[in-house]
């Protein structure tokens, strides 16, 4: 029993729901004492010395003594190898056919008995002995993966039997080597020495840092090093863990220690994927592979409000009138589990929601969409309609005998579907019917670790479940950690089939590689506090690299009462996260903005003012980041992986190419040091500009976080009018800027049209140019150099600016020489 059993079994001891919990904990242990094979004596096995290789399309095979091994360039420049015959399918974290082989690339013998693979971007070199190595076309290495090792059962060696064998693969990276990734981890989003698991968990109510793991993991590692960027992806769902150790340059006897990373996994094939590049190439690599993400509506990219205890429509409609009344804007509010009847999922509690539907209406036309959760577990109740539907066709998981596994969940004793099976999936996705005629927009997922109550041990199904697996058939052990990305395909094709012409909204708490397919996530019940604040930056940025753009935190925290100065800054980093929302657990403290008082709710106005004025901006930024899986939010070495100041800069981020955000993360805060990546920077509140590379003292009052615009920057905002004005920041004499525009075209699914812009300086003038095809046309004339900060569009006047064409006002800031 750890901690956090300890904190569980507290809390539930002589509550109804804890004898229940307790319980079935105690069914879970019987099951998986029936249902799992027993471990008996294992016996290790390394690949021994290669015997033969057998050229194919990418790449080929080699044949070890003990194993074998797949290795193969596809035509992206990605590269895979798997071994024991491990292909890249079947797979939940590919989107779709696995690609192409590079046809260009060739299996050749290599120096002392070994392989190697040449292709245009990168070199497989594999030992005799089975090691692999990963090479630049210039030499350097990228990665080197030891021989791996396997523990599997000493009475068989079947090929079922080496499905659950254990393994091991120990891999070197440079010294000067940073790891970020994972999945959403709380410390990061560098990831220093330490172990981390892969095993999506729900952490009990709340975290902070030190809290590992929580609900989305994944066995993702971006690296960067002086030597480039890759990113490796062990494609395996089963329980594991990562070992981390970063190197050490000079360390010793004057020799570098290498980076080390060791994955340790339960079972499941060893197979692997590695990308390399640029930051940007290697995120547009990773969507090619694993899919693009999904659009959000527009509306998604403005800000929300939620709680877990509205308890009425009557508080919903107050809360929406509070906002209105103080000119606040708002997008939508999002109804927790206590609007359903008795927990039950797809249900209303008709007596505190009379008129849903109705409500719904009425907030629609006023700007604002309602949002669901939608909880996993189904009560096992004769009468229920979901469950009776759902019994009727062998919907749910269930056990090594064929009955049904019972958890306890909010609504008490619950089943789970199977959300591994796609017949499955296409009845739950039909459920969603009664979302929409609520009055819905989109849902939340929730709970979809899975989560069952406990008071001891692991908070979830057992392990013997049974799943589907889309029809191969298999356990928990497997399908854990993807349960949550199976139930938010189930939901996002469901909406797709139910409104074919809106872009479904939807957000999951947990989730695997791939889930960014189907909308996005948020951190889950972060704890109250600074330290709570900066892991809802770490998470975003980490999930971020693992492919998942779109997210955000509870901002104020899930539990307790933020102090007026804690919730302001938390706002304010919200404000430049792509989901902005509030929430707060059920007797939690209000997160209302005019709850703290006068100076907070004007500061957190001119936030949320801000979000608005930039939502062309987020606008753009969700088309690219389906386009080229770039993240909204980068880490400030994003665009300079060699600048090694940067790795390890974590209280800041990019947003986008344009913009730099240093959220305040410590209380007590009216100034702080930023780090800059190269290049001339302004600060957007009092235009002064400041040199990268190097670190600079800016102002940070409880007003406003520093936020700073690259130079040439060309920024699309909402003007004063409220209509599409592009914000040009001079570039520096002698330099160039640019920026790209996607215009919402509303929440359907338009093709986007990215236009692209140039600016530089002529004289005392900033010009900017639209490029079609490759060339300029239409320029835009901007004020002079080194005028007033903000001059009005189209004035003429310094500061100010005109579009000849495609007509959209230009606003000219900062300048000097």
Same mark, same amino acid.
């Given at each position: 029993?750890?901690?956090?059993?300890?904190?569980?079994?507290?809390?539930?001891?002589?509550?109804?729901?804890?004898?229940?919990?307790?319980?079935?904990?105690?069914?879970?242990?019987?099951?998986?004492?029936?249902?799992?094979?027993?471990?008996?004596?294992?016996?290790? @096995?390394?690949?021994?010395?290669?015997?033969?290789?057998?050229?194919?399309?990418?790449?080929?095979?080699?044949?070890?003594?003990?194993?074998?091994?797949?290795?193969?360039?596809?035509?992206?420049?990605?590269?895979?190898?798997?071994?024991?015959?491990?292909?890249?399918?079947?797979?939940?974290?590919?989107?779709?056919?696995?690609?192409?082989?590079?046809?260009?690339?060739?299996?050749?013998?290599?120096?002392?008995?070994?392989?190697?693979?040449?292709?245009?971007?990168?070199?497989?070199?594999?030992?005799?002995?089975?090691?692999?190595?990963?090479?630049?076309?210039?030499?350097?290495?990228?990665?080197?993966?030891?021989?791996?090792?396997?523990?599997?059962?000493?009475?068989?060696?079947?090929?079922?039997?080496?499905?659950?064998?254990?393994?091991?693969?120990?891999?070197?990276?440079?010294?000067?080597? @940073?790891?970020?990734?994972?999945?959403?981890?709380?410390?990061?989003?560098?990831?220093?020495?330490?172990? !981390?698991?892969?095993?999506?968990?729900?952490?009990?109510?709340?975290?902070?840092?030190?809290?590992?793991?929580? !609900?989305?993991?994944?066995?993702?590692?971006?690296?960067?090093?002086?030597?480039?960027?890759?990113?490796?992806?062990?494609?395996?769902?089963?329980?594991?863990?990562?070992?981390?150790?970063?190197?050490?340059?000079?360390?010793?006897?004057?020799?570098?220690?290498?980076?080390?990373?060791?994955?340790?996994?339960?079972?499941?094939?060893?197979?692997?994927?590695?990308?390399?590049?640029?930051?940007?190439?290697?995120?547009?690599?990773?969507?090619?592979?694993?899919?693009?993400?999904?659009?959000?509506?527009?509306?998604?990219?403005?800000?929300?409000?939620?709680?877990?205890?509205?308890?009425?429509?009557?508080?919903?409609?107050?809360?929406?009138?509070? !906002?209105?009344?103080?000119?606040?804007?708002?997008?939508?509010?999002?109804?927790?589990?206590?609007?359903?009847?008795?927990?039950?999922?797809?249900?209303?509690?008709?007596?505190?929601?009379?008129?849903?539907?109705?409500?719904?209406?009425?907030?629609?036309?006023?700007?604002? @969409?309602?949002?669901?959760?939608?909880?996993?577990?189904?009560?096992?109740?004769?009468?229920?309609?979901?469950?009776?539907?759902?019994?009727?066709?062998?919907?749910?998981?269930?056990?090594?005998?064929?009955?049904?596994?019972?958890?306890?969940?909010?609504?008490?004793?619950?089943?789970?579907?199977?959300?591994?099976?796609?017949?499955?999936?296409?009845?739950?996705?039909?459920?969603?019917?009664?979302?929409?005629?609520?009055?819905?927009?989109?849902?939340?997922?929730?709970m979809n670790e899975p989560v069952a109550f406990t008071p001891l041990g692991d908070p979830t199904l057992p392990r013997s479940a049974r799943h589907a697996l889309e029809g191969r058939g298999g356990d928990h052990r497997e399908a854990h950690n993807v349960y949550g990305l199976a139930m938010a395909r189930a939901g996002y094709e469901g909406l797709r089939r139910l409104r074919p012409d809106e872009r479904p909204f939807l957000f999951s708490r947990s989730g695997w590689a791939g889930m960014q397919r189907y909308g996005g996530t948020w951190s889950g019940d972060v704890a109250t506090g600074w330290p709570g604040l900066r892991a809802s930056l770490a998470l975003v940025l980490g999930l971020g690299l693992c492919g998942v753009p779109y997210s955000g935190p509870d901002v104020g925290g899930f539990d307790g009462s933020p102090s007026p100065e804690l919730y302001t800054r938390w706002f304010q980093l919200g404000a430049h996260l792509p989901l902005f929302r509030t929430h707060a657990a059920v007797g939690a403290g209000r997160r209302e903005p005019w709850e703290f008082g006068p100076e907070v709710l004007a500061h957190a106005k001119a936030a949320l003012d801000e979000r608005e004025r930039l939502r062309p901006y987020f606008v753009t930024l969700a088309h690219l980041a389906r386009l080229t899986g770039a993240p909204y939010a980068r880490p400030v070495w994003w665009g300079s992986p060699d600048e090694r100041a940067l790795r390890d800069c974590e209280d800041a981020f990019l947003l986008g190419d344009a913009l730099l955000v240093a959220p305040v993360l410590e209380a007590g805060t009216?100034?702080?040091?930023?780090?800059?990546?190269?290049?001339?920077? !302004?600060?957007?509140?009092?235009?002064?500009?400041?040199?990268?590379?190097?670190?600079?003292?800016?102002?940070?009052?409880?007003?406003?976080?520093?936020?700073?615009?690259?130079?040439?920057?060309?920024?699309?905002?909402?003007?004063?009018?409220?209509?599409?004005?592009?914000?040009?920041?001079?570039?520096?004499?002698?330099?160039?800027?640019?920026?790209?525009?996607?215009?919402?075209?509303?929440?359907?699914?338009?093709?986007?049209?990215?236009?692209?812009?140039?600016?530089?300086?002529?004289?005392?003038?900033?010009?900017?140019?639209?490029?079609?095809?490759?060339?300029?046309?239409?320029?835009?004339?901007?004020?002079?150099?080194?005028?007033?900060?903000?001059?009005?569009?189209?004035?003429?006047?310094?500061?100010?600016?005109?579009?000849?064409?495609?007509?959209?006002?230009?606003?000219?800031?900062?300048?000097?020489?």
């Amino acid at each position: 029993m750890d901690g956090h059993d300890l904190v569980r079994s507290m809390k539930m001891v002589g509550t109804a729901q804890g004898l229940r919990a307790a319980r079935a904990a105690w069914r879970r242990r019987r099951t998986d004492a029936r249902g799992l094979p027993a471990r008996g004596a294992e016996r290790a @096995r390394v690949p021994g010395s290669v015997t033969g290789a057998e050229p194919l399309p990418g790449g080929g095979v080699l044949r070890f003594a003990r194993s074998s091994l797949r290795v193969c360039v596809t035509v992206g420049g990605a590269v895979f190898w798997g071994w024991d015959g491990a292909a890249p399918g079947p797979s939940y974290a590919l989107d779709g056919a696995t690609p192409e082989p590079d046809p260009r690339a060739l299996l050749e013998p290599d120096k002392d008995g070994g392989w190697r693979v040449v292709a245009e971007r990168l070199t497989v070199e594999v030992s005799r002995h089975g090691g692999i190595e990963v090479r630049t076309p210039g030499g350097v290495v990228l990665r080197r993966e030891l021989p791996p090792r396997w523990w599997e059962c000493a009475a068989s060696g079947s090929a079922a039997d080496r499905g659950a064998a254990r393994w091991v693969q120990r891999s070197e990276v440079p010294a000067d080597a @940073r790891f970020f990734g994972l999945g959403g981890r709380a410390d990061g989003p560098r990831l220093r020495d330490g172990s !981390y698991r892969l095993w999506n968990t729900d952490p009990g109510g709340r975290f902070g840092p030190g809290d590992d793991p929580l !609900y989305i993991t994944m066995p993702v590692q971006l690296v960067v090093s002086d030597a480039g960027t890759h990113l490796a992806f062990y494609d395996n769902s089963w329980d594991g863990r990562v070992v981390l150790r970063e190197g050490e340059e000079g360390a010793g006897s004057g020799h570098d220690r290498p980076g080390l990373s060791e994955v340790r996994m339960d079972g499941g094939p060893l197979r692997c994927w590695v990308v390399t590049g640029t930051p940007a190439r290697v995120l547009q690599g990773w969507t090619a592979l694993t899919g693009a993400p999904a659009l959000p509506p527009s509306w998604a990219l403005g800000p929300q409000h939620a709680r877990w205890g509205f308890g009425s429509e009557r508080e919903v409609r107050r809360i929406v009138a509070g !906002y209105r009344e103080r000119g606040l804007p708002l997008s939508a509010v999002h109804l927790d589990i206590d609007h359903f009847d008795g927990h039950r999922v797809f249900t209303v509690d008709r007596e505190r929601f009379p008129s849903l539907p109705a409500t719904a209406d009425e907030l629609r036309k006023d700007g604002v @969409r309602l949002v669901s959760i939608v909880d996993p577990a189904v009560k096992a109740e004769p009468g229920n309609a979901v469950y009776d539907s759902g019994s009727a066709i062998g919907a749910f998981v269930r056990d090594d005998r064929g009955r049904e596994v019972e958890g306890v969940v909010w609504p008490g004793e619950c089943v789970f579907p199977d959300f591994t099976d796609p017949s499955v999936r296409e009845w739950w996705g039909r459920l969603y019917r009664e979302r929409l005629a609520q009055g819905f927009s989109g849902v939340w997922h929730d709970m979809n670790e899975p989560v069952a109550f406990t008071p001891l041990g692991d908070p979830t199904l057992p392990r013997s479940a049974r799943h589907a697996l889309e029809g191969r058939g298999g356990d928990h052990r497997e399908a854990h950690n993807v349960y949550g990305l199976a139930m938010a395909r189930a939901g996002y094709e469901g909406l797709r089939r139910l409104r074919p012409d809106e872009r479904p909204f939807l957000f999951s708490r947990s989730g695997w590689a791939g889930m960014q397919r189907y909308g996005g996530t948020w951190s889950g019940d972060v704890a109250t506090g600074w330290p709570g604040l900066r892991a809802s930056l770490a998470l975003v940025l980490g999930l971020g690299l693992c492919g998942v753009p779109y997210s955000g935190p509870d901002v104020g925290g899930f539990d307790g009462s933020p102090s007026p100065e804690l919730y302001t800054r938390w706002f304010q980093l919200g404000a430049h996260l792509p989901l902005f929302r509030t929430h707060a657990a059920v007797g939690a403290g209000r997160r209302e903005p005019w709850e703290f008082g006068p100076e907070v709710l004007a500061h957190a106005k001119a936030a949320l003012d801000e979000r608005e004025r930039l939502r062309p901006y987020f606008v753009t930024l969700a088309h690219l980041a389906r386009l080229t899986g770039a993240p909204y939010a980068r880490p400030v070495w994003w665009g300079s992986p060699d600048e090694r100041a940067l790795r390890d800069c974590e209280d800041a981020f990019l947003l986008g190419d344009a913009l730099l955000v240093a959220p305040v993360l410590e209380a007590g805060t009216d100034r702080r040091a930023v780090r800059l990546p190269r290049g001339r920077w !302004y600060d957007t509140a009092t235009g002064e500009a400041y040199e990268g590379p190097g670190q600079v003292l800016v102002d940070a009052p409880l007003s406003r976080i520093p936020v700073l615009a690259r130079a040439g920057a060309v920024i699309p905002v909402h003007g004063d009018d409220g209509g599409l004005e592009l914000e040009v920041w001079a570039p520096a004499v002698g330099r160039t800027g640019s920026g790209l525009l996607v215009r919402d075209a509303g929440d359907g699914w338009e093709q986007a049209q990215v236009e692209r812009f140039t600016s530089r300086v002529e004289g005392d003038r900033v010009v900017v140019e639209r490029l079609v095809d490759g060339g300029a046309n239409g320029a835009v004339t901007g004020g002079g150099v080194g005028g007033p900060v903000g001059g009005a569009a189209g004035t003429g006047g310094a500061g100010a600016g005109r579009a000849v064409d495609p007509g959209i006002p230009v606003r000219v800031r900062g300048g000097g020489a």
